[in-house]
Every structure is written in C-alpha cells, then in structure tokens.
Nanobody
Framework: QVQLVESGGGLVQAGGSLRLSCVASGRTFSSYAMGWFRQAPGKEREFVAVIDWSGCRTYYADAVKGRFTISRDNAKNTVHLSMNSLQPEDTAVYYC??????????????WGQGTQVTVSS
C-alpha cells in the first residue's frame, strides 16, 4: 500500500522559514517525479513545486520562485520543501504528491494527507 506522510508544518511569523518533508513508502519512487501542492481555505489546490526523478530538473510556481526550494533523497524516498521569506498568503495545507511531470507541473498518482502551514503577520 502506497503511503505519503508529510511533516514539518506549523505556525511561523512572516519572514520566517519552514522545511517540509514527505516520506513515501509502499514502493520505490526513484523513477517518479515528486512535488508539492497547497490549498488555502476557500481556494482550489494549486501547484507549488516539482522535482524529477534525478533531482536535476525542478519547476516552481511563480508565487514561490526564489523563496522555496525543492529537493529529494531517493535513498530515503523523501522529498523536501524548504520555504523561506514566508508570507501570510503562503498559509495553506501543503500536500505531497508523486507522479509525472506534465507541462512543468506534477500530475500526481498518489497524494499525502497534508500538513498545515500558517504564517502570521
């Protein structure tokens, strides 16, 4: 059974940083892209960042470019999202996904349960 478990969310002041992690289990994901989406209250889920299987190719949403960095460790089936200069508009539930890169985004086959990130002003 495939499982994606996110961690690292929490409450942070504007300008602060957080590092999210997602551990995948149930199969080997080293040949798949991994990435992050987020969903704020009352809004649709939106793409944040994706990284290909090799770690050499990454894409970011314009809203986070230059502030967020995605990375992965295939030996640990883990993807990370380092978030700097956080702003209140980054407040959302962040979801990890595994799948394929399509149109510079992630088309996920699997989702995690999400982790809450709250940025206070």
């Amino acid at each position: 059974q495939v499982q994606l478990v996110e961690s690292g969310g929490g409450l942070v002041q504007a300008g602060g940083s957080l590092r999210l992690s997602c551990v995948a289990s149930g199969r080997t994901f080293s040949s798949y892209a991994m990435g992050w989406f987020r969903q704020a209250p009352g809004k649709e889920r939106e793409f944040v960042a994706v990284i290909d299987w090799s770690g050499c190719r990454t894409y970011y949403a314009d809203a986070v470019k230059g502030r967020f960095t995605i990375s992965r460790d295939n030996a640990k089936n883990t993807v990370h999202l380092s978030m700097n200069s956080l702003q209140p508009e980054d407040t959302a539930v962040y979801y990890c996904g595994v799948g394929l890169i399509v149109a510079r985004s992630l088309a996920p086959d699997y989702w995690g349960q999400g982790t809450q990130v709250t940025v206070s002003s």
